[in-house]
C-alpha cells in the first residue's frame, strides 16, 4: 500500500491547501446545527444550555477565520481553541 498518499511529505503544505474546504465545511456543519436545533423546538434549545449559543458563535467565528486567515499562528490557535473545547465537554 502506498503510505504517502494517506500521510503527505509536508503537513503544513497540505493543511493550508485544503483549509478554505474544511472551514467551509466546519461553518456549514455549524449551520446546519443551528437548523436541527429550531426545528426541535425552544424547549430543545433551553435544554442545551448556555453553552450551546456560545460554542456556536465561537465555532462561527473560528471557521470565518480559518477560511480567510492564512497565518500560521491563528491556525494554531484555531486548534488549541478545538483541543481545550473538546476536553471540557468529554473530559474528566
Same mark, same amino acid.
Given at each position: 500500500? +502506498?503510505? #504517502?498518499f494517506y500521510f #503527505? *511529505? +509536508?503537513? @503544513?503544505?497540505?493543511?493550508?491547501? $485544503? @483549509?478554505?474546504?474544511?472551514? $467551509? ?7 446546519? *446545527?443551528?437548523? *436541527?436545533?429550531?426545528?426541535?423546538? &425552544?424547549? %430543545?434549545?433551553a435544554s442545551l444550555?448556555?453553552?450551546? #449559543?456560545?460554542? $456556536?458563535? &465561537? ?7 480559518? $477560511? ?5 499562528? %491563528? %491556525? ?7 483541543? @481545550? ?6 473530559? +474528566?
Amino acid at each position: 500500500m +502506498n503510505m #504517502p498518499f494517506y500521510f #503527505p *511529505d +509536508n503537513f @503544513r503544505e497540505y493543511y493550508f491547501s $485544503i @483549509r478554505k474546504w474544511f472551514f $467551509i465545511v466546519l461553518l456549514l456543519v455549524t449551520i446546519i *446545527d443551528i437548523t *436541527d436545533t429550531i426545528v426541535k423546538g &425552544s424547549t %430543545h434549545y433551553a435544554s442545551l444550555g448556555i453553552e450551546y #449559543p456560545i460554542f $456556536i458563535a &465561537s465555532c462561527s467565528i473560528v471557521a470565518i477565520v480559518g $477560511i480567510f486567515s492564512k497565518k500560521e499562528l %491563528h %491556525h494554531a490557535v484555531i486548534a488549541l481553541f478545538f483541543l @481545550r473545547v473538546q476536553y471540557m465537554l468529554y473530559g +474528566n
